[in-house]
């Protein structure tokens, strides 16, 4: 029988922790698995062992893998760490499992543990930006794909009234390859759920007979109540876009019979999204004009124009540069952006141009499409992770699927500080004083799936200095659910 010593430092462990908390460490990219009965005969078991002394059931697995030789960690304990004022966060359990999780870290690093994630982008990206448009269905969709850069339409989304007739959907069907959905307004959800899904199956024939394939839903209102998402996955979609101020990642498991998991992003518009670039991040110059500064847009109520004339106002290099800065807070953070543009916005080409020039001088930023970002984000989930430290030298085993078109990454961290390598092989080794380790100022230890602040929020802390001409809740959350 192998000792505790011999066994790798990764995966974490689960003996009947909370549902929530299991799915919660899966998501942030933390290695871990079910502890078995016989901790230290079963190939892959971990060193650490995270139980939740409120169960006794989840104590008692717990005090059989102490016998083994193995470092348990009580949640019950982590919880108490967690101050008045975070219980009761409006924002909701994820804040509140976003500092457990800062709190798990602690405790691993103490127990000379190592707290390792899957990072949230394919290395070496730092961020993603990604681009929807939406096509009402009074908007004629081949006039406005006339319109804009052919060049950049494969790198956007698209989507789609789900009322469209075959003669609207002819356009799409000359674009193989692009990335396309529904585009969910409130007339599409009827009374009840059951008379939802009767009209988007007869709504999804009639895509498939056009031969134009929709993999996932952008909704344009906050608080729309969808059918259940095992009821959706027969249509061939897998995720949905929320303009709610959601995590911006985050899965969710269908059902138990299904074996996809539900993505859900949260997205903002793009006129929102200029308006918090000129509202954090405005630059004066001697050329502008008093009543130019005057129209500077405050966080308390938008001083603004219509959506056209905002969109055009971005041709103005000061305004423009507002919005480099406003994604570049965000990639430095490490957060993505899902924009929202709808089709029949006047100058909307002269705002996505400068979207994507913006997100272009972030040398790491990624701009997949959304479906793009959703498969990866997806099979970031199947990976499994086994972690050894020995003399200083990291000993990575990896199995799962081969990334689409970059290396999947993996981050070390020690406490506030994080280094970040590929992992191009299914074994890899490191030594410990070759990493370059990085101070994360903004950057997390949860990830996205985790992310407290709303893309919308003030971006006081992120507020950089510009570099010119250079680019660059309750215990009542834990609840739910016991992991097998």
Known sequence: ??????????????????????????????????????????????????????????????????????????????????????????????????????????????????????????????????????????????????????????????????????????????????????????????SSRRKTLTHWTTRAARFRDASVAVRGLMLTTAGLRLPATR??????????????????????????ESTVDWVQLGTITLRDAITAALRDFTFESSSRSAKVVDDRLDSDHVLAPDDGELFESLSDTTRSESLHEWVRAHYLAGEPLFLVATADTPSLGTALRQVHAAATRC??????????????????????????????????????????????????????????????????RVAEEGLVFMRAETKSCCGISLAPNHPLAPRAKLSFPKSSCQDDSNSSHFSQGKDS
């Open 363 to 428: 040398p790491l930023m990624w701009q997949p499409s959304i479906g793009e970002f959703v498969r990866w984000w997806r099979l970031r989930q199947q990976l499994a992770l086994q972690v050894w430290r020995r003399d200083g030298v990291y000993e990575i085993q990896v199995q799962g699927p081969a990334a689409d078109h970059a290396p999947w990454a993996i981050e070390i961290w020690k406490g506030g500080h994080v280094a970040t390598l590929p992992l191009k092989q299914s074994e890899i």
């Open 1 to 190: 029988m192998p000792s505790a010593i011999d066994l790798p430092l990764l995966p974490l462990m689960l003996a009947g922790v909370p549902r929530l908390v299991s799915e919660a460490l899966r998501e942030v990219g933390v290695p871990v698995a079910t502890l078995p009965r016989v901790p230290l005969i079963a190939n892959g078991c971990g060193r650490f062992v995270l139980f939740d002394s409120r169960s006794t059931t989840s104590l008692t697995r717990a005090n059989r893998a102490v016998e083994q030789g193995l470092q348990t960690i009580d949640l019950a304990a982590v919880l108490t760490c967690l101050d008045d004022a975070a219980h009761a966060s409006p924002i909701g359990p994820q804040a509140v499992l976003a500092k457990c999780m800062e709190h798990l870290k602690h405790e691993i690093e103490a127990r000379g543990g190592v707290w390792l994630r899957v990072a949230d982008y394919p290395f070496p990206y730092h961020s993603a930006t990604s681009v929807a448009i939406g096509y009402p269905t009074e908007v004629v969709a081949a006039d406005v794909l006339r319109n804009l850069p052919r060049n950049l339409l494969s790198h956007w989304s698209h989507y789609i009234s789900t009322r469209s007739r075959p003669e609207q959907l002819s356009c799409w069907r000359e674009m193989p390859g692009a990335d396309i959905g529904w585009l969910v307004e409130p007339d599409d959800l009827e």
């Open 231 to 256: 009821d959706l996955v027969p249509f061939g979609l897998g995720y949905s876009g929320h303009p709610d101020c959601l995590p911006a990642c985050r899965m969710e498991n269908g059902s138990r």
